[in-house]
């Protein structure tokens, strides 16, 4: 499917989560509300304080779990707001109604939406089970990446140099984290994987994919597999 352009914002976000992969948990949500250029017009940081401070036993053996003090010299000062998860849930959705927003965007949307959803009926034990409206359109960011940045020889000369390759070896590494790496031409870049702070280098990664050519629309979750070592490139 193609990113119709004439849908005029989107909501870009990143989550963390505890709990493990297949039933995660969110923490931390954090997003911006842009136009298809990247104007933002919106932005915030949730801290979930259903996961993050009454789950403290999931916490602890969070991905990110190093992150946690962080997260609590932040929340002291000012720079993330903790509320329950149905303030934010009630927070996005009326956002996404005051400015007609549709579509919702992240860099691996599967996961990201997944884990509103398992978060939200955990939650409600199920009385609520779609974090987003009926008829919410989808991109993900990773998918146009692979597509487009990720096929130039400029991309896999940079990962070729940099060693950034798939666990089994086959393929070049498409994260968020390399991928930007590659556009600030920075290959020690550490990805912050704090919400907010991950969304503002998605939001840069997606611009770029749209400057590259890429308007795909929609989730694989298998996207990584065209990013292959020694394939011919597009550009």
């Known amino acids: 499917m193609i990113i119709n352009l004439t849908n005029r914002f989107i909501l870009l976000l990143d989550v963390e989560t505890a709990n493990d992969i297949d039933c ?33 036993e999931l916490m ?48 691996n949307c599967n996961f990201d939406r997944n884990a509103l959803n398992t978060t939200l009926r955990y939650l409600t034990k199920s009385r609520y089970r779609w974090f ?36 089994h070896g086959k393929n070049y590494r498409a994260t968020a984290e390399t991928v930007y790496a590659f556009l600030t031409s920075n290959p020690s870049f550490n990805e912050e994987h704090k919400g907010l702070d991950d969304v503002k280098i998605e ?3 997606f611009i770029n994919c749209l400057k590259h050519g890429s308007n795909i629309k929609g989730i694989s979750r298998l996207c990584w597999r065209n990013v292959k070592r020694g394939a011919l490139c597009l550009a």
């Not at 931390?28 to 940081?45: K, T």
């Not at 692979?146 to 070729?160: L, M, N, P, R, V």
Request: charged fraction near 25%.
């Open 203 to 205: 939001r840069e990664i």
């Open 60 to 107: 602890k053996i969070a991905y990110y779990s190093d992150k946690i003090p962080e997260y609590v010299q932040d929340i002291r000062n000012g720079k993330r707001q903790t509320v329950d998860f149905m303030q934010a849930y009630n927070y996005i959705r009326r956002l996404m109604t005051r400015y007609d927003c549709h579509t919702v965007a992240a860099y």
């Open 132 to 167: 987003f409206p009926r008829g919410t359109e989808f991109i993900c960011v990773w998918n146009m990446a692979c597509g487009s940045i990720c096929q130039t020889s400029e991309y896999k000369t940079f990962a070729e140099t940099n060693r950034y390759y798939s666990n």
């Open 24 to 56: 995660a948990l969110v923490y931390d949500i954090g997003f911006v509300l842009m136009d298809i250029y990247g104007n933002i017009y919106e932005q915030g940081s949730f801290v979930i304080r259903d996961i993050f401070c009454n789950e403290r």
